[in-house]
């Protein structure tokens, strides 16, 4: 009888322990489906809404996360004109070309210059931000599980901690966050920034903005591709057709 229950208690226990994982996944609180216009094979980027998270990007997000990967010239790609792209460079200060005594001095940046990053190394950055490293924003969107949906539902989910969340010194409360607890504090709120077009600057709406123009950082050339992709597809179904109706024809006598 002893051994009879030592085994069922085992099994009990082994199961219990199969079943952690499931257990887990049903506390994670799913993600809401942000029905994205990138989305699908005839997906578009909507770039008003692209240039509007760029400005939500400059003026917020800025402060703490580059994008390495992006050159000022590429804001012409969403809609920006190229004397736009010379202003908005033209507003940052980056590293010139040493002189003839070998001295650098800041310069406006230019279109072929990259993004500028707001700290100088990771050591900088991770200083000013109690030891954590704010992460590149270049490619964030391919970067996280959840892509997009992730990424708007992580800008928005800030809240009170239940009450039987005990949060750690310096954390703050995210639903959408693994495990709760996120070292960046709340970056949006209602009217962060001002929309040149009048925009209401909500949270959720600034929230899907950026998150538009992360997404469009993080495969510019999605567009082209689709377009692509449709061309090759409408070419071969009309290919096909014609094979077929020349297989018809050569072997017509034949049938």
């Known amino acids: 009888m002893r051994r009879f229950l030592s085994a069922v208690m085992a099994v009990a226990l082994f199961g219990a322990f199969l079943d952690a994982p499931s257990v887990a996944r049903?506390?994670?609180?799913?993600?809401?489906?942000?029905?994205?216009?990138?989305?699908?094979?005839?997906?578009?980027?909507?770039?008003?809404?692209a240039r509007?998270?760029?400005d939500v990007?400059?003026?917020?997000?800025?402060?703490?996360?580059?994008?390495n990967l992006l050159h000022y010239r590429n804001l012409e790609a969403i809609g920006f004109s190229e004397d736009e792209a010379k202003t908005i460079a033209a507003g940052f200060q980056v590293q010139g070309e040493p002189d003839d005594a070998g001295d650098v001095k800041d310069r406006p940046a230019k279109l072929s210059d990259a993004f500028k990053a707001p700290f100088a190394n990771e050591q900088a950055a991770?200083?000013?931000?109690?030891?954590?490293?704010?992460?590149?924003?270049?490619?964030?969107?391919?970067?996280?599980?959840?892509?997009?949906?992730?990424?708007?539902?992580?800008?928005?989910?800030?809240?009170?901690?239940?009450?039987?969340?005990?949060?750690?010194?310096?954390?703050?409360?995210?639903?959408?966050?693994?495990?709760?607890q996120i070292a960046m504090p709340q970056p949006l709120s209602d009217n962060?920034?001002?929309?040149?077009?009048?925009?209401?600057?909500?949270?959720?709406?600034?929230?899907?903005?950026?998150?538009?123009?992360l997404a469009w950082a993080g495969e510019p050339e999605l567009e082209e591709r689709h377009f692509t992709g449709?061309?090759?597809?409408?070419?071969?179904?009309?290919?096909?057709?014609?094979?077929?109706?020349?297989?018809r024809k050569v072997w017509a006598a034949v049938h």
């Open 126 to 180: 991770r200083a000013a931000n109690n030891g954590a490293l704010p992460p590149d924003l270049s490619v964030i969107i391919k970067a996280r599980k959840g892509g997009a949906d992730y990424v708007h539902a992580l800008l928005s989910g800030y809240g009170e901690a239940p009450a039987d969340v005990k949060l750690q010194e310096g954390m703050n409360y995210n639903k959408y966050f693994p495990g709760h």
């Open 26 to 49: 049903a506390a994670e609180i799913a993600l809401p489906e942000g029905h994205w216009s990138f989305q699908g094979i005839f997906g578009t980027f909507d770039h008003a809404a």
């Open 192 to 213: 962060s920034v001002t929309y040149a077009d009048g925009t209401p600057a909500t949270l959720d709406q600034e929230a899907r903005d950026v998150t538009t123009f």
């Open 230 to 247: 449709v061309k090759t597809i409408l070419f071969l179904i009309v290919f096909t057709a014609l094979l077929y109706a020349v297989k």
């Open 57 to 67: 990007y400059k003026d917020v997000c800025s402060a703490c996360h580059s994008m």
């Open 52 to 54: 509007r998270g760029f």
